[in-house]
Structures are given as C-alpha cells and as structure tokens.
C-alpha cells in the first residue's frame, strides 16, 4: 500500500497566485462536469489528479486547460465507469472543446506521456471510501455521551465526502499524502460530531496511520474550513443538532462565491 501511494506524489508544485486561482475555477468546473455526466467521485477526484500532475509540471496555455481537464476526465472514467458510459462522456467532450474536430486519442495520448503512462493514482476519495466500507464508527464510541446510531454514521460519511472535497479544491493540499489527507479528513469528520476519541486504535490498525498524524492533519483541515467557513463553523459549534444538509448548503455557496 505504501509503495503505491508513493506514486500520488507532485514534487515541488509551484503555481503562481494567479494559477492556483484558476486551477480552482478548474476544479470547480471539473465536478460540475461531473454532476452533468453523472460520473462517480472517485472518477473526478481521480481526474484532478491527473490535472495537477499536468498543470504542475508544463507551462500550459490558459485557453489549453478546459480541454485537458476535460480529456483527465475521460482517463479517469476508463478506469472508474463502466464502459457503455465512456461513449456518452466522449460524446459530451466534443461539444465541449473548443476544437469539436479535435482527435481525442491523441489528445489522450500526449496527457498519458505526461503521466509517464501510468493512471495509478491512490486519491484520498478511494481512502475514504473503503474505510467507510470497513466503519468508521464503533460500538464502543462514545457522541456526545451517548452511542453512535444510523445517523451518526450517516452524518459521518456526509462530512468526510464534504472535507475530502473541500481539499481537493485548496491548493495546500495538493502535495499530501493520499493516505494521510484521508485519515485527517476522518478524524477531522469525527471531532466535528463531537466523538470523544477523535483518533481510536482500531482506526490506527484500519488505516495504519497513527494517531498524532491523523490529528495534526485534521487540525490543518478544520484549520482551513475555519478560514473559508467562519460562521458556519461557529454556528455547528454553538448548536450540536444543526443541520448537516444546511451547512453543506451553505458551505457550497460559500465554494461558489469566493471563486
């Protein structure tokens, strides 16, 4: 597992203030490309891997990113979507490119070289994912006094998808580890409803992270949702039953306007 994460890797990414404003303009077109192709989560986070690695490492023409955004798509749906929905997403990119001319196997190709023809990328979503398949609540968690219930468990996936997007759009995250961005994003989502342990050995044993690293990077999560979501944070401290479908409301607006 360590040695696959190591290929997530984007060593010394160095973007301008004004590209790391356009690459989350990107991204946010990115999942709302998503949303109209009904493609999976996995797929676009898998995707804006691919996009980084790109952006990161090749002096690219802002007029050339919306077409590679939306061919990093189309890779990330061939090893993520089921094959008869690769035609409709194909059909859909062109009319979508500025050139609907353009040969999208070349184009896919001159990307693949650029990813040294490797797609493996671990992102913190498919972490996510199979931990929540394995649980991230215990019998034996104390919420706020009480036992974890259907809810908790619900509301507990709601805000890990809701973080690990989050941090897909913030450029500081853009190096992290797969691994550890997902176990942070874990216990940032336990600490926000109130689990007495935050970190437990069953989740060190789960994701083999241990506990100081997953908490320090949940420090710097909750940190910057801090920062974006000021009053929505002190709301969902000031009222344990707000919510959690009205702060991810809020807080999507709140993505859209600062964009």
């Not at 609540?137 to 973080?163: C, G, I």
Request: hydrophobic share 40%.
């Amino acid at each position: 597992m360590k040695e696959k994460r190591l290929i997530n890797a984007i060593y010394n990414p160095q973007l301008t203030n004004e590209e790391i404003i356009n690459r989350k303009k990107l991204i946010d077109w990115m999942c709302d490309m998503g949303d109209t192709l009904k493609v999976s989560a996995e797929t676009i986070h898998k995707a804006v891997a691919y996009f980084d690695h790109i952006i990161c490492e090749n002096n690219l023409k802002e007029k050339e990113l919306r077409s590679i955004a939306l061919v990093c798509i189309l890779l990330a749906g061939k090893l993520t979507e089921r094959d008869p929905k690769i035609t409709h997403i194909a059909s859909l990119f062109r009319k979508n490119m500025e050139n609907s001319k353009i040969n999208i196997r070349q184009y896919e190709a001159q990307i693949m070289d650029h990813l040294n023809w490797d797609l493996q990328r671990i992102t913190a979503m498919e972490f996510i994912n199979f931990f929540i398949s394995q649980g991230i609540a215990f019998t034996s968690d104390s919420v706020n006094s009480s036992l974890p219930n259907e809810q908790t468990a619900k509301s507990l996936r709601q805000y890990a998808e809701f973080f690990t997007d989050m941090c897909l759009q913030e450029y500081e995250f853009i190096s992290a580890d797969s691994l550890l961005l997902a176990s942070g994003i874990i216990a940032a989502a336990r600490k926000m409803l109130k689990f007495k342990d935050v970190w437990r050995k069953e989740l060190e044993i789960l994701t083999t992270v241990k506990t100081k690293e997953a908490e320090d990077y949940a420090h710097i999560i909750l940190s910057r949702y801090d920062k974006l979501f000021p009053r929505t944070l002190k709301r969902a401290k000031q009222n344990e039953n707000v919510e959690l479908s009205i702060i991810k409301s809020n807080t999507i607006h709140s993505i859209k306007k600062h964009i």
